[in-house]
């Protein structure tokens, strides 16, 4: 069993506040915190020595190969590669990925070839694949999900032929935590003479792994998941790939020799490794290694697991709040628990949490494809690691259970309006949540229009929100407005007041109103006659960039309207093509 506190001793970000409140840091699957011993390590390279490295014949140079080539062997270690030589040093699992897809596959797919990847791949698992099918002709096939959360395998035994090539599989799914069977995958794709590559971003930092017993050809992970800094990422290659690839960057580090009319290349891995890699992070990661091997790996998941069955437990008990995904064991890490809550757009709910120092992820997790297979447009995201505690998971689940009394249907209260407060009466936060709150649960403009009407479309891909803008007018006013759609709380209400605040106005007042609403935001001043209302209890938003865009949906939406080559008063009411 871990020794929590005295492990989270070791993370400095920890003993900070955020709001007023100790930082609960739930986000770990995005990125995990850094122990003092990586920091140190990031900060004695550049104090004492700081040289490029496998070039320079001074001392200098020598140690930092030394220890650069000496994280290389940590790694190949920690993940049980056969040697140091089968470890080339990326970015990121992303860049990791992109690589076997340039260099091993630009190299071994035609036309007609086919890869398989799964319904729950992070886009770094699916982009790549995209681009490589366009460049060579091939096709990318999904292995489905069941209801549970788990791959459906009997589907992968249907897709896998003699045309198959390659199979991408996330050893971990970073929404759903479930534990794909990666080892039963490996043998079936390679009797049907498919190549293997393991996303193992979210499996490497959490739980023990070992490329040669799961039979993965290529396995990719981030440093910054596994306590390492950011900008350096691990792809582990079978030796025997090696043979199968071409080099994806040339330049300096990867050559053998260089005259004006041809080259020739290193051995790998340094035939990967093109240009000054990030030395400092490489060492740093190393030391990463050296932390969690000391705490070891198997502590590390039964922490996940028990931390994960304790939040599973609890958080089931909030009000309207639905689990994604199955619970922790065999099956799952228990390092992530992800859910919806009725009521409560995920936005909505990571802002209030972040208001009790509690960090969380909200959107769709870079799983686009998920979020469809689920039908859903966002979740929220809580991830644990080896430094969450129990009291921690109980911090997250009250904060819920205020959010969910919060979004709780009640009935319609009037809100103020009028003009605009002076600049020295800055809408508080419960004006803010009072206003927001109404407008979102009594929407106005959702009344149907009669007769034909211009329609504009709005969506924000970051979180799935969307509205629907449908104008009548007559003579240059706006005479009829419908605004519809879903999404957050911001998104919702800032529509609702646009239905508000522009039927009856004249285009030229609704363009000088929008110009207004997009100076607010953007900090800038607002004309003195230019009467807001209640529209200045959003201005605290402009504080949150991601929350802008919601805020501004419904009114860039209007904007492209406005400043469409056909605009709303040359319709006069007739659909927009």
């Known amino acids: 069993m871990l020794d929590v506190e005295r492990i989270r001793a070791d993370f400095p970000i920890l003993s900070r506040s955020m709001n007023g409140h100790p930082l609960v840091y739930l986000d770990s699957a ?58 080339v040093f990326v970015r990121n699992a992303t860049e990791g990925i992109n690589l076997v897809a340039r260099a091993w596959g630009d190299r071994n797919l035609r036309e007609g070839d086919e890869i398989i990847v799964t319904a729950m791949e992070h886009h770094s698992n699916l982009v790549p ?69 393991v996303d193992g971003a979210q499996s490497v930092p959490h739980m023990p792994v070992d490329v040669a017993a799961l039979g993965a050809d290529f396995l990719a992970f981030s440093g910054h998941k596994m306590l390492g800094p950011t900008g350096v990422g691990v792809l582990v290659v079978r030796p025997d790939r090696y043979e199968e690839m071409d080099p994806f960057l040339g330049g300096g580090e990867m050559i053998r020799e260089v005259t004006l009319t041809s080259s020739t290349y290193a051995d790998p891995p340094w035939r990967f490794e093109a240009g000054t890699p990030n030395i400092a992070g490489v060492i740093a990661l190393g030391a990463a290694v050296d932390y969690l091997r000391a705490v070891g790996m198997d502590a590390v998941a039964d922490h996940d697991r028990t ?115 002076a600049a020295a009466e800055v809408p508080d936060d419960d004006l803010f949540r009072e206003v927001v709150l109404d407008h979102y649960m009594h929407p106005s403009g959702r009344e149907a229009l009669p007769g034909p009407a211009v329609e504009w479309h709005g969506r924000n891909p970051l979180c799935g ?51 207004g609403v997009k100076a607010m935001f953007h900090g800038d001043p607002l004309p003195d006659d230019l009467d807001m209302g209640d529209l200045t209890a959003l201005q605290g938003v402009r504080d949150l960039p991601v929350r802008v865009k919601c805020a501004l949906l419904a009114w860039t939406t209007l904007e492209e309207a406005l400043d469409a080559p056909s605009s709303p008063e040359d319709h006069h009411g007739h659909s927009h093509p």
């Open 30 to 87: 995005a990125t995990s915190q850094k122990p003092r011993a990586v920091i140190d390590a990031l900060v004695r390279y550049y104090e004492t020595i700081n040289a490029n490295v496998h070039r320079g014949v001074y001392r200098l140079a020598e140690e930092a190969t030394r220890e650069y080539e000496a994280a290389r062997t940590k790694v190949a270690a920690f993940v049980g590669a056969p040697s140091p030589m089968g470890v």
């Open 129 to 197: 694949w995209h681009l490589l099918a366009r460049r060579t002709g091939a096709r990318v096939r999904a292995v489905g999900i069941t209801e549970d959360g788990r791959l459906d395998l009997a589907g992968l035994d249907v897709l896998l032929n003699e045309r198959t090539r390659l199979v991408a599989v996330s050893h971990v799914s970073n929404v759903l935590g479930t534990i794909n069977p990666v080892a039963e995958i490996a043998r079936r794709a390679h009797a049907a003479g498919a190549a293997v590559l």
């Open 307 to 421: 931390l994960g069955a304790v939040a599973r437990r609890r958080l089931s008990e909030v009000h309207g709040l639905r689990l994604l995904g199955p619970s922790p064991g065999p099956d799952a890490t228990g390092g992530i628990a992800t859910f919806t809550m009725g009521g409560a757009h995920p936005h909505d709910i990571a802002q209030a949490l972040d208001g009790r120092g509690i960090a969380v992820r909200a959107g769709h997790h870079c799983c686009q494809p998920l979020m469809a297979r689920l039908g859903l447009a966002a979740t929220t995201r809580a991830s644990f690691y080896l430094y969450n505690t129990a009291s921690e998971v109980e911090a997250l689940a009250s904060a819920l259970d205020e959010v969910a009394r919060t979004y709780a249907p009640r009935p319609a209260v009037p809100v103020a309006s009028g003009p605009a407060p």
């Open 465 to 515: 929100d969307e509205v629907t803008l449908r104008l009548t007018t007559e003579e240059g006013r706006i005479s009829g407005l419908q605004v519809v759609g879903h999404g957050c709380s911001i998104s919702v209400a800032s529509g609702s007041m646009l239905a508000e605040r522009l039927k009856g106005r004249t285009l030229e007042e609704a363009r000088r109103l929008l110009r």
